[in-house]
Nanobody
Framework: QVTVIESGGGMVQTGDSLRLSCQVS????????MGWFRQAPGKERTFVGGIGRSGVTTAYADSVQGRFTVSRDDAKNTVYLQMNSLNPEDTAVYYCAADRSFSTRYVARGLSPYNYWGQGTQVTVSS
């Protein structure tokens, strides 16, 4: 049974940084492409960023490009989302998800390819 657990959320101020972690257990992280998504109150869950199985390929939503960075440490079975220059529009519940992808480079931006999801971690950015 594969489980995904996010951590590192919290309340910060505009301009601050925060790093989220995502621990995968029950399977080798190298088997998965990983994605980060977020959902604000009353809004749909949307893609934030992701990283391919090999770690070579990353993809980001336009709204976070240049501010957020996704990385992975397969030895620790952990994926990270480094978030810089946070603003109130980044306030949301952040979810980590695992895609058992055959491709070593592809990063899916939709929700459906992801097989396993965490419970989410709240990030609140005050002005």
């Amino acid at each position: 049974q594969v489980t995904v657990i996010e951590s590192g959320g919290g309340m910060v101020q505009t301009g601050d940084s925060l790093r989220l972690s995502c621990q995968v257990s029950g399977g080798a992280l190298s088997s998965f492409a990983m994605g980060w998504f977020r959902q604000a109150p009353g809004k749909e869950r949307t893609f934030v960023g992701g990283i391919g199985r090999s770690g070579v390929t990353t993809a980001y939503a336009d709204s976070v490009q240049g501010r957020f960075t996704v990385s992975r440490d397969d030895a620790k079975n952990t994926v990270y989302l480094q978030m810089n220059s946070l603003n109130p529009e980044d306030t949301a519940v952040y979810y980590c998800a695992a895609d058992r992808s055959f491709s070593t480079r592809y990063v899916a931006r939709g929700l459906s390819p992801y097989n396993y999801w965490g419970q989410g971690t709240q990030v609140t950015v005050s002005s």
